[in-house]
């Protein structure tokens, strides 16, 4: 989007004048999730920080990666993006972080396997550190509390949760380093399929499935064999894969001082002089995607004030208390160019719900101007969260994989296709979701709960769910 004043055609037909976006045009707008800083000097001194840092993405692989998202649009590739819910500062470790490469790796496998399509694989990490919460305070021992609203703004332990906006410098230091070892790692070959992965199917206890997850383990080794035999797998790249980053656009404080006028890697075409212009264009570096959550996707708001200027592929969350006439009003606004590939819809509305809203947001988007034009991805979480009798958080794998299985089903029913899955997973052995290949049950929750926020999928719930994914599209 241009940055200047200029009369955009929407796609209705009808001329508008778009009022002028910068950078900063948001804070005219009414906005949900805004934190009052009370200290305004330090919030400055933080941002003035930020503005002099250098990007944490570049605009050559945010536009690498709308282009692999187009061909997601266009139905010849899935997109896998998962991660924590709320990253922590402390998650900023080698471990932690091997053990997410690694698990997005070995899902993208198994869904190549089923899917028969590449798999573009985005992380929900370096910078998922703000969180939208329903009430400001909480109820803790009794006493009445400032909400944990992710490390970017405040902390978890209760002496810590006064705003601090040297956090917002600090989110931006462990992004980058985040950022720094991931591609570290990848350039060391940590994706190296050459090398034996972890398979081990001994939790799985249904007979069925740990027949069928075997034979698609073997059938993975006996073609990496095959492909190393041959020979085709010497000038390939089976030892790299790319990795973006992603998180919820929340906090605006942080995203306005990393969005930058940068020029674009894509030339236009060329012009009567027959130059390649190259375009500026204001990239938020902070991530490669950004999405839009839930609770700020007013047409009206802040939000989308802010994403509708950036260049960067961007996702909205939809769900129950989504309008369909607000479905297309975004998509007007937030893409009036109609890029393919350029919005993911990224639907959760519950394994009860998705059958009855799913249909009628397909056939408003699919039957409008913007007819596969979007990525259709499914977020068969956040529409699952419940409590237990003992008000844990948690989610019943069950749940999850029915939303899923649903959302395909429909999908196929209806002509469209879905690109892709978002889900909270991580590759700790944590014990948050209910049910799975292990049947974890509500006594088992406690043995290794640690999430502080929503409940995550433990690596080998959410390799299940890739092997029943990927078992769905094979049928
Ligand atoms: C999330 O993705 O962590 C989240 C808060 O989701 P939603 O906006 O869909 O509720
Ligand atoms: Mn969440």
Redesign the pocket.
Known sequence: MSPSVEPTQTNGGATKQASEWTPTSWRSKPIKQCPDYPDDAALKKATAELRQLPPIVHPHEIDKLKQNLRDVARGEAFLLQGGD??ELFDYCRQDAIESKIKLLLQMSLVLIWGADKRVVRIGRMAGQYA?PRSNPTEIVDGKEVPSFRGDILNGFRLEDRQLDPQRLVKAYNHSAATLNYVRAAIAAGIADLHRPLNWSLGHVKDPDLKAKYTEAVRFLQDMLRFMHTIGADRNSKLDTVDMYTSHEGLLLEYEEPLTRLMESSIPVPPGANGTHERRQQYYNTSAHFLWIGDRTRQIDGGHVEFFRGIANPIGIKVGPTTPTTDLLQLLRTLNPDREEGKITLITRYGAEKVSSLLPGHIRAVEGSEYKRCVIWQCDP??GNTRSTGTGIKTRRFNDVFTELQETIRIHQEEGSYLGGMHL?MTGDAVTECLGGSEDLGEDDLSTNYTSF??PRLNEKQALELAFLVADNYRK
Do not use: G, P, R
Request: charged share 40%; with cysteine; aromatic share 0%.
């Open positions: 819910c709320a969180k979480m956040h909270e926020c929503d």
